[in-house]
Each structure stands twice: as structure tokens, then as C-alpha cells.
T-cell receptor, first 110, second 114 residues
Framework: NAGVTQTPKFQVLKTGQSMTLQCAQD?????MSWYRQDPGMGLRLIHY???????DQGEVPNGYNVSRSTTEDFPLRLLSAAPSQTSVYFC?????????FGQGTRLTVV | AQTVTQSQPEMSVQEAETVTLSCTYD???????LFWYKQPPSRQMILVIR??????QNATENRFSVNFQKAAKSFSLKISDSQLGDAAMYFC???????????FGQGTRLTINP
């Protein structure tokens, strides 16, 4: 089925470790983005991309890196995990004013 | 900066009745989209309804409809004939036209009483 695939669904990291959250879409959408969801705060934009090779920062970019080498993939890298990055992360793929979200990754940093 | 405010952290309604969730937003843009997303316990984000700011007609999707008041910057969601499956967190969201940089409200948790 067409959609957005995020992996992993759950992850526990130790403070200082690095990891990459994977996001892939098969709808040929140009626009992809990453959000984090914290309790009582809704979703906040971390980084976004308007096409292969083009990325930009959102509202809460610190501590995260992204790249977009292909239209399909948009990975999110945590360089040195901190407890403040404990959250649920969503990837979204968008076209013509509609965003489709992946199922989310629950990340815990201890 | 654009902001979205949902002033009702929790709402409850009897099954088969109607409930309205409130949302206000602030923007200086003239071209933008507004959305309501549903998030059930599975945590999947599901698009419920979308409104384009340049359209005066309120969007409807089956039992879901919106009251879009552009001058007042208000965008409420009405759920008619509430069903148990409607229980979820509901998020109001905004994005400027031509982009998909969603700004979300804090959410409203909707409970359906049988």
C-alpha cells in the first residue's frame, strides 16, 4: 500500500548515543518533514525538505540533522542523544496541501 | 509567527449527539490551509478535514463539518451523530499556502460516552 514508512517504531537510547530514524514514501511527493510530539504540546516541526538536495530548519531543529538524497527517503539523525529528545517522532509526506503521516517512532533517551 | 490555539483540553459527548471543537489561529498570510487531524490511541495521525482559506464554503466530510470564520480567525469542527470510534485526540493545524509546514494546536481529547 502507498504511504509513509517509518522505522523503528520504538527505540531506547543512552545519553550521548547517535541514531538515525528512517522515513520512506512511495508517492513521489516532493515535500517531506519531521515532527516531534511531546505531551500537551501537539506536534512541532523539526526539519523539512521541498525536494531532493533541499532541506531547511523548522521550529525545533537543534540536535537533529537531515539529508535528502532521493525523493523517497528523508532520514532524521540524532547526533548525541539527550533526555530532552525523548518524544514521539513523526515523518510526513505532502503534496497539494495534504500531508500523510507515518506511524511514528517512540524514542526514549535514558 | 503563526500560532494555533485549542482552548478545550478535553471534551465529552453522548453517543449519537453533536459536539463542536474550537480552534483559533493567528496569521498575516492571506493564502493558507487549515486542517483537523484525529489521533486515536494507535497514535496514527489521520486527516479528518481540510479547508482552503480562499474558499468561503465550509468543508464537509460525511459527519464532520467545519465553521470557518476567516475574519475572526476561527476554525471549529462539528462532529454529528458521534460514534464510539470518534474518541481520540483532535488537533487543529495550519500551513501557509504553497508549503507544508504544519503548525499544530495543543489538541483536544474527545471522549464518547455510550
Amino acid at each position: 500500500n502507498a504511504g509513509v514508512t517509518q522505522t523503528p517504531k520504538f527505540q531506547v537510547l543512552k545519553t550521548g548515543q547517535s541514531m538515525t530514524l528512517q522515513c520512506a514514501q512511495d508517492m513521489n511527493h516532493e515535500y517531506m518533514s519531521w515532527y516531534r510530539q511531546d505531551p500537551g504540546m501537539g506536534l512541532r516541526l523539526i526539519h523539512y525538505s521541498v525536494g531532493a538536495g533541499i532541506t531547511d530548519q523548522g521550529e525545533v531543529p537543534n540536535g537533529y540533522n537531515v539529508s535528502r538524497s532521493t525523493t523517497e527517503d528523508f532520514p532524521l539523525r540524532l547526533l548525541s542523544a539527550a533526555p530532552s529528545q525523548t518524544s514521539v517522532y513523526f515523518c510526513a509526506s505532502s503534496s497539494r496541501g495534504r500531508s500523510i503521516f507515518g506511524q511514528g517512532t517512540r524514542l526514549t533517551v535514558v | 509567527a503563526q500560532t494555533v490555539t485549542q482552548s478545550q483540553p478535553e471534551m465529552s459527548v453522548q453517543e449519537a449527539e453533536t459536539v463542536t471543537l474550537s480552534c483559533t489561529y493567528d496569521t498575516s498570510e492571506s493564502d493558507y490551509y487549515l486542517f483537523w487531524y484525529k489521533q486515536p490511541p494507535s497514535r496514527q495521525m489521520i486527516l479528518v478535514i481540510r479547508q482552503e482559506a480562499y474558499k468561503q464554503q465550509n468543508a464537509t466530510e460525511n459527519r464532520f463539518s467545519v465553521n470557518f470564520q476567516k475574519a475572526a480567525k476561527s476554525f471549529s469542527l462539528k462532529i454529528s451523530d458521534s460514534q464510539l470510534g470518534d474518541a481520540a485526540m483532535y488537533f487543529c493545524a495550519y500551513t501557509p499556502g504553497g508549503a507544508q509546514k504544519l503548525v499544530f494546536g495543543q489538541g483536544t481529547r474527545l471522549t464518547i460516552n455510550p
